[in-house]
């Protein structure tokens, strides 16, 4: 059963920092594209960042210099080490992994993607 679970939201002051984690399950080891997006109140899903099977990784505009994604295989686990967190970065954080299609990147929309998590809570006040 292809699992994803993600931890590590909770809610900090701007300027602060955090590391997400995502554990996922074998079967998605060895995924063709896996990374995280998030949905702010009110908004659409968006990505974050992606890591795609030969390592290269992507981010949104937003967070680069900011954020940076990795994943560690012998745990079977996805990062997201935040840095310098604004407001604007609240948000419900997923990760997802299994691109139905296309190219890995931070733009691919939500919907192309086979296998979610729950999601973990990040809020960043003023």
């Known amino acids: 059963q292809v699992q994803l679970v993600e931890s590590g939201g909770v809610s900090v002051q701007a300027g602060g920092s955090l590391r997400l984690s995502c554990t996922f399950s074998n079967h998605t080891a060895g995924s063709n594209c896996i990374g995280w997006f998030r949905e702010p109140p009110g908004k659409v899903r968006e990505g974050v960042a992606t890591i795609d099977a030969d390592g290269v990784i992507d981010y949104d505009d937003s967070v680069k210099g900011r954020f940076t994604i990795s994943k560690d295989n012998d745990k079977n686990t996805l990062y997201l080490q935040m840095n310098s967190l604004k407001p604007e970065d609240t948000a419900m954080y997923h990760c997802?992994?299994?691109?139905?299609?296309?190219?890995?990147?931070?733009?691919?929309?939500?919907?192309?993607?086979?296998?979610w998590g729950q999601g973990t809570q990040v809020t960043v006040s003023a």
């Open positions: 997802a992994a299994e691109l139905l299609d296309g190219y890995c990147y931070a733009g691919v929309s939500w919907d192309e993607f086979t296998y």
